[in-house]
């Protein structure tokens, strides 16, 4: 049986090598970005990625590729920070309305512990009128600035 060699462009190690048509990785860098070069179209390696201006090598190409990357990196990190929550301070914290113990039903259940109320344990009641156990809603809202239940921002 006789095997065909064909021949590639390596988009990842920038070289031309032939194999045979079976092998579908470049045998220099064993990358599979490979393209088979055809006899009446524009050769492979004149490819260029939209939005690069025609670098005069594959260097300018990785630098404009990781400057893009950067910046999109950037963009999310930006956006990311201002998304995050930021926690409330122990004096907002304590200005939210404390429910005495004997005031909650005891068929009630914190949704954040998932116990149940005892005879003695108070709670605290955000403004969205959820109310936790105090203990668990003080330590939830040391880290974030929302209901755990409906998220809404206090």
Known sequence: ?????????????????????????????????????????????????????????????SNSIANMLRHRIQVVRHFNTRLQPQALGPEAISSLPLIEGENISEDFECSICYCGYSKGENARKLPCEHFFHEVCITNWLTRKSTCPVCRSQL
Request: charged residues 20%; negative net charge.
């Open 1 to 61: 049986m006789e095997t065909h060699q064909k021949t590639y462009w390596c988009h990842n190690c920038r070289v031309q090598f032939s194999v045979p048509s079976e092998t579908v990785v470049c045998s220099r860098c064993r990358s599979e970005l490979i393209e088979e070069v055809e006899l009446n179209s524009a050769h492979p390696s004149q490819f260029r990625p939209e939005g690069i201006a025609h670098p005069s090598n594959h260097t300018q190409v």
